[in-house]
């Protein structure tokens, strides 16, 4: 079967943001028990809170639990401090005033990460952070109940927990573009590959996905760019601290700069 990829947020929202399929993913990643009718698609707090208004992928509550799940394709530099600042801002909207500082809702926060970043800072399929301090004895005093979880379904390992992992690798086998629909005869897999089923897409879904396409392109190539531009800095700056040292050949030699460049810096330098 031929389906739009999970990696892009349209794709993703549009699938999740069904009640069943969200309450199922929410129940088989958190293991606790959840169920909301709604569901909401980029959600905001009526009013702002902090210095940045945050917009939420997926969004639901029911009586006692807040529920925030985020996907994003390429890993940027901000990428963990953003989503904990999400997941603080939807416990701080909470309190009520300086004389009650309460949590009526156990907040937590799923970010799907699509992508296997280079830099190697995320070598893992699943990671929970919890809130809850720990004694001088190593023991967990179990005061707070909200949870941070990373995943990432690149990473999905035999030690990656099993209801985790069956939606990890469903979210990978989606990311080539291409399904097998007998490997998953579960009805809430069927229910999924329906929605994402690439000719049944609605057409300002698919003018939406583009449009994301065409950005995580252009991210990926400013960050190269941004890296070439470092590294020329670097050899400048090296060339530059050997002008009175070395003739330019052996500067160009020892910088990777062409002797054309050596020879502007040092009339620039005289």
């Not at 699509?114 to 070598?123: A, C, H, I, K």
Request: proline share 4%.
């Amino acid at each position: 079967m031929k389906v739009i990829p999970l990696k892009f947020g349209a794709m993703f929202k549009q699938a999740f943001s069904q009640p069943d399929i969200f309450n199922r993913f929410v129940e088989d990643v958190l293991d606790i028990s959840f169920h909301a009718d709604t569901i909401h698609t980029e959600y905001e707090y009526p009013e702002p809170i902090g210095f940045v208004r945050s917009t939420y992928d997926l969004f639901a509550t029911d009586k006692d639990k807040r529920i925030i799940v985020e996907i994003q394709h390429i890993k940027e530099d901000d990428f963990f401090d953003r989503f904990l600042y999400y997941h603080l801002i939807s416990l701080v909207e909470q309190v009520g005033g300086y004389d009650e500082y309460r949590f009526n809702q156990t907040v937590y926060t799923i970010v799907v990460l699509t992508s296997t970043p280079r830099d190697g800072s995320v070598n893992f399929s699943c990671a929970i952070s919890d809130m809850n301090p720990i004694d001088e004895y190593g023991k967990s005093v179990d005061l707070y109940p909200h949870r941070l979880v990373f995943l990432c379904p690149r990473q999905a390992n035999e030690n990656t927990p099993e209801k985790i992992r069956q939606w990890l690798n469903f979210i990978e086998d989606s990311l080539d573009g291409e399904m097998e629909e007998a490997h998953y005869p579960n009805p809430i897999w069927q229910a999924i590959m329906a929605l994402i089923k690439k000719r049944d897409i609605d057409p300002a879904v698919l003018a939406e996905i583009k449009d994301e396409a065409a950005w995580e392109k252009a991210k990926k190539r400013f960050a190269a760019e941004g890296k070439e531009e470092g590294i020329r800095a670097g050899k400048i700056e090296l060339a530059k601290n050997l002008l009175d040292v070395l003739d330019t050949e052996t500067i160009a030699l020892k910088s990777g700069l062409s002797i054309e460049t050596v020879q502007a810096l040092k009339k620039d330098n005289d």
